[in-house]
């Protein structure tokens, strides 16, 4: 049924789509069925019978909208942390406003679900443990559009940078220092590690140029 998004409805039924669902089905006379969160149903004031004016069909739709993307998004997040501004990019290209995209983060992040700064601390911590170099850890928060707040933060305390390197170094064997080909190729696997050049240089005991 064609339903004319700024028109007058009525509430014709409530339903849950499976027993223990924290969805509801909305059901409208004209046809349209609006998915929402059943704490919707308080904040909307919903029971079979209500007549909606075009402001709370509105409304309704629109609590839809952000219900539907918080549902995703929690999907997304199922399969691994996500930052707030990564989530924030993705209802963008679902169609939410930047408004309806802020309030729902606001919630996920009120439950704890969405975290820049915890997230950052375990990039942090799992690619140090795997011997990775500041580069690295850096370029991986940017890639998970960590907040860059989060991201200082949680590289505050960096630690011994030539240590990790000798480790990193550890697991392939250390080069002989008379091997230039030996020593190049110890310099291109840790640069590759996001090491950066001052430390390959201490580690490797080369001239930084």
Do not use: K, N
Not at 10 to 31: F, I, K
Not at 54 to 73: F, V
């Amino acid at each position: 049924m064609d339903v004319q998004p700024g028109s007058a409805d009525t509430v014709a039924g409530l339903r849950r789509p499976r027993p223990g669902d924290p969805t509801v089905e909305v059901l409208l006379a004209s046809g349209e069925r609006i998915r929402v969160h059943d704490r919707r149903l308080a904040e909307h004031g919903l029971a079979v019978g209500d007549e909606l004016d075009q402001a709370a069909c509105a409304a309704l739709r629109e609590a839809g909208r952000a219900d539907a993307a918080e549902r995703r998004a929690l999907r997304l997040i199922g399969v691994r942390p996500r930052s707030r501004a990564e989530l924030a990019r993705r209802m963008g290209e679902w169609g939410l406003s930047e408004a309806a995209a802020a309030t729902v983060l606001e919630r996920l992040s009120a439950i704890g679900t969405v975290d820049d700064g915890v997230l950052a601390a375990a990039v942090v911590s799992s690619r140090r443990a795997h011997a990775y170099g500041r580069l690295r850890v850096d370029a991986d928060l940017e890639r998970l559009r960590v907040d860059p707040a989060a991201r200082a933060l949680a590289g505050a305390d960096a630690g011994d940078e030539a240590e990790r390197a000798r480790r990193a170094l550890g697991a392939r064997g250390a080069p002989d220092p008379g091997d230039p080909a030996g020593l190049r190729r110890a310099a291109g696997y840790l640069q590759r590690r996001g090491f950066d050049a001052e430390t390959v240089a201490a580690v490797l005991g080369l001239d930084v140029d």
